[in-house]
């Protein structure tokens, strides 16, 4: 259940060693990040907010706002969401696939699971190159009170394989799974039932990763959007196959209330999530964003340090 609001993109430290400090404060409004990417001679951020907003940075520290994604809401979204009248589209993700890129967002009413993913497609990023341009491919997934899940939150993982898939949810009965035609960006089977993969009281912002044999899924539990009284903390639980079942340090079933505590709020950062995972060079980091104690709980986006156990489970390492 993501908000409607804009939020404030904080960048953390310096692009060699980002921690969570206050240092290089920007004003610019961004929530639900997607993972940096690095693409064009920039890094690129799209999030939460009217028609999707768009954000890119020469260094991960000075960011610049470069508008919207799309240009108009596609034809469909009214009838998905009436009462979505600002056109604020919600928690995006983004992958490259094929020489395009596909840009994945939510299109939903608050508290509602009247939703639907959907799909645009550009071959670049930068609003200056001459091809630029997103193009409505329609709707990827949909929701209604019929169903048991809500069909918002994309997180899209283009495998080793070829094979493309999108783990989605929020609340209702969790966390699911659909395999996507990577020639189309759109689902593969329609016709099958998305996999179960994660379920708690309260639950959203899946993000798949797969590192060496595992296959790791975060997610959201608690609530987010409440600044300083947002209960957001990021679980982690994993499987040898992307379709589970995901299982945690202590061999529990994510669908049965599992999950590793991967991180909670520390100090002034509350309610981190929405995490993604990326590297620089040889190191690696999780983005996600927060909720700031010392600015009235505005939403801000933190890099931090990731590491891993020896025996493959992940872990903040500033």
Known sequence: MKPASFAILFVVSSALSIAANPAGFRDLRIHDPTTPLRAEGAWWVFGTGKLVLTARSADLLTWQRVGPALS???AWAHEVAPNNKKDYYWAP??????????LYYSVSEFG????????????????AVPN????????????DPADDYNAIDPSVLADADGRLWMAFGSFWRGLFLVELDPATGLRLNPGTEPVHLAAAKEIEAPT??????????????????????????????RSRVITGPYIDDAGRDLREGGGREFIGTQGKFIGPGHVGLFKEGDTEWVSMHFYDGTRNGQ?????????????GWPFIAD
Do not use: M
Not at 135 to 140: H, K, L, Q
Not at 299 to 311: F, I, K, M, N, S
């Open 72 to 74: 108009a809401p596609p």
């Open 93 to 102: 993700d983004l992958v490259h696939v094929g020489g395009r890129y596909l």
């Open 112 to 127: 509602k699971n009247t939703s639907a993913i959907a799909l645009a497609t550009s071959p670049s990023l930068d609003p």
């Open 132 to 143: 630029h341009a997103w193009v409505d491919r329609g709707t990827v997934i949909r929701s």
């Open 208 to 237: 798949l990763y797969r590192r060496h044999a595992y296959y790791y899924l975060f997610f959201n539990e608690g609530q987010c959007c409440k600044g300083v009284s947002s209960t957001y903390r990021v679980r982690v639980g």
């Open 299 to 311: 939403p801000v986006l933190g890099l931090r340090r990731l590491a891993w156990t020896p025996d």
